[in-house]
Structure formats: C-alpha cells, structure tokens
C-alpha cells in the first residue's frame, strides 16, 4: 500500500468515529459517552496504523531469504565461562593510526649487515676510506596486519608504514569495499613470505621487505563452477606447500555479513591450494558462514570455524583419517571469528558476539523465527540491526582436544571491541578487529 492510499483509509475513518457516538447509541449499550470514544479512536488509530504498516511489510522487498536455523540452548557461562572483565586488562596501540586490523603476524626478523665505517677526506681532495669493522646482527620485532582501508601495514618500532595494497581507492564506505579491496586473514609462510586472504580479490604472497604482491588464486576464476565471494582466512603448512583458506559464501560479501548470518546461507567452503601445482580443490562444502583457519600444530587435520553455527568443524588433510570431518566444538557461547594457535598447545578464538545464558540471546531468538528475521530486514538497513546486537567481546582458550581452557570477557567491549584475532606473541595476545580503529594487547601476566 502507498502512502496515499494509506491517508485515504485514515480520512475515511475518522468522521465515523464522531458521528457514530450519538447519545442515542450510548443509551442503548450502557458504555459511557468518554470511553466508547476513547475504544473507537483506540481501534481506529491501531487499525491506521497496522494496516499501512502490514501492507508495506507485505510489499517491500527482502533481501535476505531466511532459513530456519536450529541451535541448542547456549552453553551456561559458569565455571571456565563464567564472565569476567579480564580483557579491560589490555592496552590499545596506535589508536586512531589503523582501521579494522582483522589478523596480525609477527615476524621476528635477525638482520645481519656488513658493517664499515667511511674516513672522509679533507675538502674531498683524496678518495674517501671505508673500514670494514665485521658482520652486525639486529634482533626487530616487526608485526603485519591488513586494514579496513585495504592496505597490508608492517609496524616496526611504533611506526606503521604500508607496504602494500591488492585493490585500489578510494576507500572507506560500503560501495568502496570490492575495488578498494579488503585483507583479512594474514600469515607468515617459510623465508619470511607473508600471505593474504582478500575478502574481494582472493589469495595473495606478499613480499614483506619489497611490498611485492602476487596473485595466487583469484576470485574472478570460478572454483567448481562456484565463485569465491567471500575470502575470510588461511593457514599454510609449515613447508609453504599446502594453503587451507575458506570462502564464507559465494553469494554474500564481507560487507554483507549480517545478511550471510542472518539467513544462514550454508554456500560456504574449505578450498585447498597447492603453491606447487597451483590446484585447488574443494574440501567441504555447505558450510554456514566458515571463517578462521588453524592448522593443528601435527598438521594432521584443520579447525574451521562456522560462524553461524557457533561451532568448530574438523577437517583431517593427513594421516588414516585423511577426508575425513568431523564436529570440534559444538554450541560456542559465542559467534567464533578468527582461531590462532596458543603457545601451550591449544587454540585461541575470538568471538565479537555472545549467546548469553544466563540471558537473552537475539540470534538464538531469531535464529528459528525467519519470519521476523525477513520482516526486519524489510525495515531496517544492515547498519541498523547490527545496533541491536550487544557488544560483548570474549576470547576463549581450547585445549587440543577442543575443552575450555580460560576465557577472558570485556562485556559491553569498553576496551577491546569487535574482536576477531587473538594472536599470542612473547607472552602477550595481540587482538585484532574488523572495525576497532586499534590493536589491543593482553600481557598474559596479568589475567
Ligand atoms: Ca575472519
């Protein structure tokens, strides 16, 4: 129903409510004067109000075709869950500097040079000397992230310099985003090479010294006559042979992510690619939203985590298992994003969202209700619904067995918000975000 239509009702409406309430009709049912006024222009209203508004909701349009997604109830947050406010504990580095470090690296470079001195000469009438006084080694700690403006950025020292850029300007709004380009998972491979995932372009090798990229696997080549829409995260062997890396859909984009969350689209997949063969195979399909990637530290299988699901699937790429799947954590109390090794042998996992319970839960609310899903999407922008979702940011610690370890909560995201990446380094989590215009760090010491 349009607009006028909608005011035409209201008019049509209105005089009745006067002209029916004669004294002749009061005395008939014996309702007062002031309330039967009060019922009608009650009805009224509500019915010129619903109406319109059922027959916009009926009319627009939904971009989202929503499945009914069936979750367990959340898992209580007592014992290693229970909430604390651990991760206030964290400091932010170059606030303001950086946009959306989704996954940080380090690589802990040992620099050797020649070191020589040079004796210049008076008024450069004799050629300079150079004094070579033996080999020099530097120890640098130089940390790599990709950021919402598509730029893959080392920091050495406190200073943030870019060394590269996959897409190109301008950058910064929704519309940017596929030209502009956006690195999220990012890893070191053998001799220091650094490796990309670009949510828009695809799999890239960066040269962390040069700024050099080259272009592994592109989203415009169709994989199994699928596209690659969607290029979250990447984890490589240790020999830099094999790259496991997920493409979350090939119908949404990562600017889109709420819309993949909120339906439930189940097009995602774990592709495989050979750095030697240059092939990629499809390892699994129909996959809610997959995200992070970890390799096991035996590389005998791989952790991908379903987003939408709130869970941990378990992919074995060796040993007798090898083809085999199988469920690594099921019922998350969160919405896991990134997951990265920790040093004692397990696995950190970062969640921007939570399924309270104790609590309301939203998506568990909605997640079976697509109806209101589908009505609320008629409504209101991405942006919008996002604002109804709590911020809550948790990390949590698995074992290797996948066993809760530790959890560490900043409810309401006061100091580390929108959390993706927990990567530990030298005794210190390093927690990257898709939004946060900074990097938080944990000193392990201290929760
Ligand atoms: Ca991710």
């Given at each position: 129903m349009n607009e006028a239509e909608g005011l035409r009702q209201r008019r049509s409406c209105r005089p009745q409510v006067i002209t029916e309430d004669s004294p002749v009709q009061e005395a008939k049912d014996g309702s007062t004067y002031s309330s039967k006024v009060f019922r009608v222009t009650f009805l009224t209203l509500a019915a010129s109000l619903t109406v319109p508004l059922l027959g916009v909701t009926v009319l627009l349009d939904c971009p989202i075709d929503p499945q009914s997604i069936s979750l367990k109830e959340p898992p209580l947050l007592t014992g290693v869950l229970e909430p604390n406010i651990k991760l206030r504990k964290a400091e932010r580095l170059w606030e303001n500097q950086l946009v959306g470090p989704e996954s940080i690296v380090n690589i802990g470079e040992l620099i050797q040079y020649e070191h020589?001195?040079?004796?210049?000469?008076?008024?450069?009438?004799?050629?300079?000397?150079?004094?070579?006084?033996?080999?020099?080694?530097?120890?640098s700690d130089v940390l790599f992230t990709g950021t919402a403006d598509g730029k893959i950025i080392k920091i050495e020292d406190g200073e943030i310099q870019t060394i590269a850029r996959i897409g190109h300007g301008p950058c910064g709004t929704c519309e940017d985003e596929p030209a502009c380009g956006r690195p999220l998972g990012i890893r070191v491979g053998p001799n220091n090479t650094l490796f990309v995932a670009d949510a828009y372009y695809g799999l890239y090798e960066v040269n962390p010294g040069t700024g050099e990229t080259k272009m592994l696997v592109s989203t415009k080549t169709l994989i199994e006559g699928q596209k690659l829409s969607f290029v979250n995260d990447l984890t490589v062997t240790r020999d830099g042979r094999k790259i496991y890396f997920t493409d979350s859909s090939s119908k949404?984009?990562?600017?889109?992510?709420?819309?993949?969350?909120?339906?439930?689209?189940?097009?995602?997949?774990?592709?495989?690619?050979?750095?030697?063969?240059?092939?990629?195979?499809?390892?699994?399909?129909?996959?809610?939203?997959?995200?992070?990637?970890?390799?096991?530290?035996?590389?005998?299988?791989?952790?991908?985590?379903?987003?939408?699901?709130?869970?941990?699937?378990?992919?074995?790429?060796?040993?007798?298992?090898?083809?085999?799947?199988?469920?690594?954590?099921?019922?998350?109390?969160?919405?896991?994003?990134?997951?990265?090794?920790?040093?004692?042998?397990?696995?950190?996992?970062?969640?921007?969202?939570?399924?309270?319970?104790?609590?309301?839960?939203?998506?568990?609310?909605?997640?079976?209700?697509?109806?209101?899903?589908?009505?609320?999407?008629?409504?209101?922008?991405?942006?919008?619904?996002?604002?109804?979702?709590?911020?809550?940011?948790?990390?949590?610690?698995?074992?290797?067995?996948?066993?809760?370890?530790?959890?560490?909560?900043?409810?309401?995201?006061?100091?580390a918000a929108y959390v993706s990446e927990a990567h530990e380094h030298n005794g210190y989590l390093y927690l990257g975000s898709f939004r946060s215009p900074f990097i938080c760090r944990l000193n392990l010491q201290h929760v």
């Open positions: 020589w001195q040079v004796s210049s000469s008076l008024c450069g009438l004799y050629q300079n000397e150079k004094v070579y006084l033996g080999i020099l080694s530097l120890k949404w984009q990562r600017r889109d992510y709420l819309f993949l969350i909120m339906e439930g689209t189940d097009d995602g997949r774990l592709l495989e690619y050979d750095t030697v063969t240059k092939e990629v195979k499809v390892l699994m399909v129909g996959l809610r939203f997959p995200n992070g990637v970890q390799l096991s530290p035996a590389e005998d299988f791989v952790l991908v985590q379903e987003t939408t699901m709130a869970r941990i699937r378990r992919y074995y790429v060796s040993g007798l298992m090898k083809g085999g799947a199988d469920v690594f954590v099921e019922n998350m109390p969160g919405l896991p994003d990134n997951i990265r090794l920790s040093s004692s042998g397990g696995y950190w996992v970062a969640m921007s969202a939570v399924r309270p319970n104790p609590g309301f839960s939203l998506l568990d609310f909605l997640s079976e209700k697509p109806w209101i899903k589908r009505m609320l999407f008629k409504l209101l922008s991405q942006e919008t619904v996002t604002k109804f979702v709590p911020k809550y940011s948790l990390v949590v610690e698995l074992s290797e067995t996948g066993s809760y370890r530790r959890s560490f909560h900043d409810p309401s995201g006061v100091m």
